[in-house]
């Protein structure tokens, strides 16, 4: 099996970077998952308590 690596365009992954004050390489995961935004992302990387669901509504909890 040969994989193919395609980068991100740098502007963007610098940008995000940037504006979550993380690295690029975790800017770039953020990106090929769909959170490009920084607001999203920085919810998704540094949730706040309030924000998260309750786990006794997973099923079997």
């Known amino acids: 099996m ?3 690596y395609k980068p991100l365009p740098a ?7 940037r504006h ?4 690029p390489v975790l ?3 953020l990106l090929r998952n ?3 935004d920084g607001e999203t ?4 990387l540094r949730p706040a308590l309030a924000e ?3 786990p006794f509504l997973l099923p079997n909890v």
């Open 2 to 4: 040969r994989w193919t």
């Open 11 to 17: 502007d963007e992954v610098g940008a995000l970077s």
């Open 20 to 23: 979550t004050g993380d690295s």
């Open 27 to 29: 800017a770039e995961l």
């Open 34 to 36: 769909g959170l490009g």
């Open 41 to 44: 992302a920085a919810k998704f």
């Open 52 to 54: 998260l669901n309750d």
